[in-house]
């Protein structure tokens, strides 16, 4: 029976090591998709990030978010302020991110897997998931990668090489977690790769694509938006 509105539930996420780990997953009107791993910022699979799964639901993607903080503490869900804000960069600092990219490539491979999706895989990230996108498409076996203001991916450039996935970039031109020098860094990092992008939003700031912060600007988060989904369908055939 054909679906008339996305399908949310949690999921179970077999890791590398035979443990396993919650996912939400937003399945699409259609019932299936190409998938898309959908990786938090440092807040965790907050209503934010459940509703940017349900977003490119919508769009016509099967789309999981891995806790990335289950090993530590699984269901983080935290605000933007005060001691959530805290409490974030706490579990960001304790992440080790081989181990997060281990269980990003468990996720990708159960996606893949799923009858729900019938296309190639993506990984998308915010902030923290934003380095960790680009990390997926080094080790995780994603057919491409979506970046968003990826604080940090400038310590990850000496392997730029080695991508080999279509890759996307975004940034705020009034980031102040992420100085300029390091967009162009990236930009030059890629020089002559046609199917890597780097877009930077005039007065966006950190975090411009979430509407539940101070910072949101919703003219930045539609044109990434949309940048984003034109990457995806011209890239990932």
């Known amino acids: 029976m054909s679906q008339t509105t996305i399908k949310t539930e949690w999921i179970d996420v077999t890791a590398e090591d035979g443990k396993t780990f919650k996912a939400y997953q937003a399945l699409p009107p259609k019932g299936k998709g190409p998938g898309i791993v959908l990786i938090q910022e440092i807040f965790g699979v907050n209503a934010h990030i459940r509703g940017v799964a349900e ?49 990003l490539r468990a996720a ?27 990390l997926c498409g080094l080790d995780a076996g994603v057919d ?6 990826a ?32 967009v162009e860094q990236t930009r030059e990092a890629f020089t002559g790769r046609d199917d890597v992008e780097v877009h930077l939003y005039d007065n966006a700031e950190h975090g411009f694509n979430c509407w539940a912060r101070a910072s949101y600007n919703q ?3 539609a044109l990434a938006h949309g940048h984003t989904l034109t990457f995806l369908a011209s890239r990932t055939q």
């Open 151 to 182: 604080g940090g991916v400038t310590e990850h450039l000496g392997r730029a090489d080695e991508l080999k996935v279509p890759t996307q970039f975004h940034f705020g031109a009034e980031d102040d977690h992420i100085p300029l020098e390091h």
């Open 219 to 221: 003219h930045a988060s």
């Open 55 to 103: 977003q490119y639901a919508m769009d016509g993607y099967t789309v999981i978010a891995p806790d990335m903080f289950w090993r530590e503490e699984a269901g983080v869900e935290l605000g933007y302020d005060g001691d959530d804000w805290k409490e974030a960069v706490a579990h960001k600092n304790a992440l080790d991110f081989p181990t997060a990219v281990s269980d």
């Open 108 to 134: 990708t491979k159960a996606l893949r897997a799923s009858p729900a999706c019938d296309g190639p895989v993506a990984s998308v990230g915010y902030c923290l998931g934003g380095v960790l996108s680009y």
């Open 144 to 149: 491409a990668a979506i970046c968003y203001y």
